[in-house]
């Protein structure tokens, strides 16, 4: 209740805290396309700018579509012949860096020419506001005149930077690039202007330019932390600000830095992140004043680059960088907000009570193991321990409906920007275990992506009625364990990144069907641990263990914890007996009901969640657990 009362009176009342009075964004919705083979979550862009519309800190007019960018203006940076090239497949391949199809290669050039149209348009509209304005995409700043590479075609930078002074703007502009890799590409494309100075923090140069006339470029290796960007940023900045004197400052803030990032070699944490381009921000009004400030999201791979930006977006016009909503919830508003919305999944919670059984365009698939599932902190799987009913969710339910929640929830755009192009889904009929739903990578059905399977679960809390999830596996094959990662209990391969855009599919499924929830058993204690934001325990004796748990093992990695718990070295300090963990009940409630049910105490009178879910595991103080290590045990 309180987040919708929050949401309103932001919209009534902007919010004036924060450094700058206003805030546009440009974002289109073709960026979910993505590249496929590129690893770059394609929907990003869109889950900042969910994010900011969710918890109201812009409204819909401040977004603002971009067209593509014409030829004309492209040629303004790029020599002719090399935009020539870019007509062939093959080419666009060789600078993407994985083969694309003829229709690939062109959907690529397209995204690309859409996201520098992006750039002039944020340019545009800083101008014309003297604010703040986010591009939800763009810094493509590998790509020089004559030439594409590192996954950049097109120059959004220097083509908007171009156009602008076609337009008759001749006051300085300053680049402050921050993505972890070299902004070699714009430094090329200014080199012999020293009206435009291109300042880049990098951990390796691509290109030197000893011949620039504007520029400030700085290497600091691999494994960056937070206090080496920051120190280099306050003793170069502030001088090149004051020297400069700029009028428009482009800030690519890359979250490629960050040390969860799936291809960078940076060990930013997010708070690091959030304090270097608040420092950027704040660095330019204190030397510049009010001056137009355009921020471009540049590189980030992984299901949590989008954070960053949801942060900073927040913080320019609150003045503070809470965290952003939770995976599910955007994932869900984000769905919501789509237009025009697929048809929906019709007349569901009375094919479930019909038990149908199998359809007509039902495929049997090869058998994944249950040596395949896997599991890392973005994944979650579960199996169930009780009797199954008939075919639960599929029994009429054909795979093109399927297919279409999947493409409509992201998770087969994800898989394809992970290179699997041709992701497939199965359905097989319930053999006893309810009905199961595969998605594999390939179409020979070879590489196993997905594994969810489910069932009807009116039991577990009655009269409320469940969606059971029997076991979900996430996981991607094509991939390794980085070093010195331990896999978890039965994880055979990476996580896909996709849990919460899965869960939220799941969620919606209920709410459709007018189910009350999603019910599952965690088997293992990472399973709970990874799932309490949203989850909660009917058993208030599970919320107590939990949170006993969770304290005993503060400080310890989760799959160091996990193998304390399975090895019974967790125990009760007062009777020095282990704490066990086994097919413990978690429900994610969707309906009104069922939220009510679960935050009532035993008398009938709401109360405090002992679940310690969606917090910070507060348990029961009688219930206190130590960790024995491997001499004592």
Same mark, same amino acid.
């Given at each position: 209740?309180?987040?919708?009362?929050?949401?309103?009176?932001?919209?009534?009342?902007?919010?004036?805290?924060?450094?700058?009075?206003?805030?546009?964004?440009?974002?289109?919705?073709?960026?979910?396309?993505?590249?496929?083979?590129?690893?770059?979550?394609?929907?990003?862009?869109?889950?900042?700018?969910?994010?900011?519309? !969710?918890?109201?800190?812009?409204?819909?007019?401040?977004?603002?579509?971009?067209?593509?960018?014409?030829? #004309?203006?492209?040629?303004?940076?790029?020599?002719?012949?090399?935009? &020539?090239?870019?007509?062939?497949?093959?080419?666009?391949?060789?600078?993407?860096?994985?083969? *694309?199809?003829?229709? !690939?290669?062109?959907?690529?050039?397209?995204?690309?020419?859409?996201?520098?149209?992006?750039?002039? *348009?944020?340019?545009?509209?800083?101008? &014309?506001?003297?604010?703040?304005?986010?591009?939800? %995409?763009?810094?493509?700043?590998?790509?020089?005149?004559?030439?594409?590479?590192?996954?950049?075609?097109?120059?959004?930078?220097?083509?908007?930077?171009?156009?602008?002074?076609? +337009?008759?703007?001749?006051?300085?502009?300053?680049?402050?690039?921050?993505?972890?890799?070299?902004?070699?590409?714009?430094?090329?494309?200014?080199?012999?202007?020293?009206?435009?100075?291109?300042?880049?923090?990098?951990? @390796?140069?691509?290109?030197?330019?000893?011949?620039?006339?504007?520029?400030?470029?700085? !290497?600091?290796?691999?494994?960056?932390?937070? #206090?080496?960007?920051?120190?280099?940023?306050?003793?170069?900045?502030?001088?090149?600000?004051?020297?400069?004197?700029?009028?428009?400052?482009?800030?690519?803030? %890359?979250?490629?830095?960050?040390?969860?990032?799936?291809?960078?070699?940076?060990?930013?944490?997010?708070?690091?992140?959030?304090?270097?381009?608040?420092?950027?921000?704040?660095?330019?009004?204190? !030397?510049?004043?009010?001056?137009?400030?355009?921020?471009?999201?540049?590189?980030?791979?992984?299901?949590?680059?989008?954070?960053?930006?949801?942060?900073?977006?927040?913080?320019?016009?609150?003045?503070?960088?809470?965290?952003?909503?939770?995976?599910?919830?955007?994932?869900?508003?984000?769905?919501?907000?789509?237009?025009?919305?697929?048809?929906?999944?019709?007349?569901?919670?009375?094919?479930?009570?019909?038990?149908?059984?199998?359809?007509?365009?039902?495929?049997?698939?090869?058998?994944?193991?249950?040596?395949?599932?896997?599991? @890392?902190?973005?994944?979650?799987?579960?199996?169930?321990?009780?009797?199954?009913?008939?075919?639960?969710?599929?029994?009429?339910?054909?795979?093109?409906?399927? $297919?279409?929640?999947?493409?409509?929830?992201?998770?087969?755009?994800?898989?394809?920007?992970?290179?699997? &192009?041709?992701?497939?889904?199965?359905?097989?009929?319930?053999?006893?275990?309810?009905?199961?739903?595969?998605?594999?990578?390939?179409?020979?059905?070879?590489?196993?992506?997905?594994?969810? +399977?489910?069932?009807?679960?009116?039991?577990?809390?009655?009269?409320? $009625?469940?969606?059971?999830?029997?076991?979900?596996?996430?996981?991607?094959?094509?991939?390794?364990?980085?070093?010195?990662?331990?896999?978890?209990?039965?994880?055979?391969?990476?996580?896909?990144?996709?849990?919460?855009?899965?869960?939220?599919?799941?969620?919606?499924?209920?709410?459709?069907? @007018? *189910?009350?929830?999603?019910?599952? +058993?965690?088997?293992?204690?990472?399973?709970? /641990?990874?799932?309490?934001?949203?989850?909660?325990?009917?058993?208030?004796?599970?919320? +107590?263990?939990?949170?006993?748990?969770?304290? /005993?093992?503060?400080?310890?990695?989760?799959?160091?914890?996990?193998?304390?718990?399975?090895?019974?070295?967790?125990?009760?300090?007062?009777?020095?007996?282990?704490?066990?963990?086994?097919?413990?009940?978690?429900?994610?409630?969707?309906?009104?009901?069922? #939220?009510?049910?679960?935050?009532?105490?035993?008398?009938?009178?709401?109360?405090?969640?002992?679940?310690?879910?969606? %917090?910070?595991?507060?348990?029961?103080?009688?219930?206190? /657990?130590?960790?024995?290590?491997?001499? $004592?045990?």
């Amino acid at each position: 209740m309180l987040r919708p009362l929050r949401r309103l009176a932001r919209r009534l009342v902007p919010p004036m805290a924060g450094p700058f009075r206003r805030l546009g964004v440009v974002h289109h919705p073709e960026y979910r396309m993505g590249i496929p083979g590129i690893p770059m979550d394609p929907l990003r862009g869109e889950r900042i700018l969910t994010a900011l519309l !969710e918890e109201g800190w812009i409204g819909s007019r401040s977004v603002q579509r971009p067209r593509e960018a014409p030829v #004309e203006h492209l040629r303004r940076i790029h020599a002719g012949p090399y935009l &020539r090239s870019l007509d062939d497949s093959e080419a666009v391949s060789r600078i993407m860096g994985v083969p *694309l199809s003829v229709e !690939e290669a062109t959907a690529a050039l397209e995204l690309q020419r859409r996201m520098v149209g992006g750039t002039i *348009l944020a340019t545009h509209m800083a101008l &014309r506001s003297r604010e703040s304005v986010i591009h939800l %995409g763009g810094g493509l700043h590998h790509a020089a005149p004559d030439r594409g590479t590192g996954f950049c075609l097109l120059n959004d930078v220097a083509v908007a930077i171009a156009r602008l002074r076609v +337009r008759k703007f001749s006051r300085p502009i300053l680049v402050v690039d921050l993505d972890l890799h070299d902004g070699n590409g714009t430094r090329i494309a200014f080199a012999r202007d020293e009206s435009v100075h291109t300042y880049s923090l990098h951990n @390796e140069t691509w290109d030197h330019v000893p011949d620039a006339v504007a520029d400030t470029c700085l !290497e600091f290796g691999s494994g960056v932390r937070d #206090e080496t960007v920051l120190d280099l940023l306050r003793d170069t900045l502030p001088p090149i600000l004051r020297d400069h004197r700029p009028g428009l400052v482009i800030y690519l803030a %890359g979250a490629d830095v960050a040390a969860d990032d799936a291809l960078g070699d940076g060990a930013m944490t997010l708070e690091g992140l959030g304090r270097r381009d608040r420092f950027v921000a704040e660095s330019v009004r204190t !030397e510049c004043g009010r001056i137009p400030f355009v921020t471009l999201l540049a590189g980030g791979y992984g299901a949590g680059a989008w954070k960053s930006m949801a942060r900073f977006a927040t913080w320019m016009v609150s003045g503070r960088m809470p965290d952003p909503p939770d995976d599910l919830t955007v994932a869900l508003e984000r769905v919501r907000r789509q237009e025009p919305r697929p048809r929906p999944f019709r007349d569901l919670r009375r094919r479930l009570q019909r038990g149908d059984g199998a359809a007509d365009g039902q495929e049997e698939g090869g058998d994944a193991g249950a040596e395949g599932w896997s599991l @890392e902190p973005e994944d979650l799987a579960a199996l169930g321990a009780g009797p199954s009913t008939p075919s639960l969710l599929l029994g009429r339910y054909s795979r093109r409906d399927i $297919e279409e929640g999947l493409e409509r929830f992201g998770i087969l755009g994800q898989a394809r920007a992970r290179g699997y &192009r041709d992701p497939t889904v199965v359905i097989l009929p319930s053999s006893g275990f309810g009905p199961t739903i595969r998605l594999f990578g390939d179409a020979a059905g070879t590489l196993l992506l997905m594994e969810v +399977r489910l069932d009807l679960d009116p039991v577990s809390i009655p009269p409320m $009625e469940l969606l059971k999830v029997e076991w979900l596996l996430l996981q991607d094959p094509g991939i390794e364990f980085h070093a010195g990662y331990r896999p978890l209990p039965g994880q055979a391969h990476p996580g896909l990144g996709a849990l919460a855009d899965v869960v939220a599919w799941l969620v919606t499924l209920c709410r459709e069907a @007018e *189910l009350d929830g999603l019910s599952f +058993r965690s088997s293992h204690y990472h399973i709970a /641990a990874l799932a309490r934001r949203r989850l909660r325990f009917p058993d208030p004796e599970d919320g +107590r263990r939990f949170g006993a748990i969770q304290r /005993a093992t503060r400080g310890m990695s989760l799959s160091e914890a996990t193998r304390a718990v399975d090895e019974g070295r967790v125990v009760d300090r007062r009777t020095r007996q282990p704490i066990p963990w086994a097919e413990v009940l978690m429900v994610l409630p969707v309906s009104e009901r069922l #939220e009510t049910h679960l935050t009532r105490g035993t008398d009938g009178v709401a109360g405090r969640d002992p679940t310690g879910a969606g %917090g910070d595991g507060a348990a029961d103080p009688e219930m206190e /657990a130590v960790v024995l290590d491997s001499r $004592e045990h």
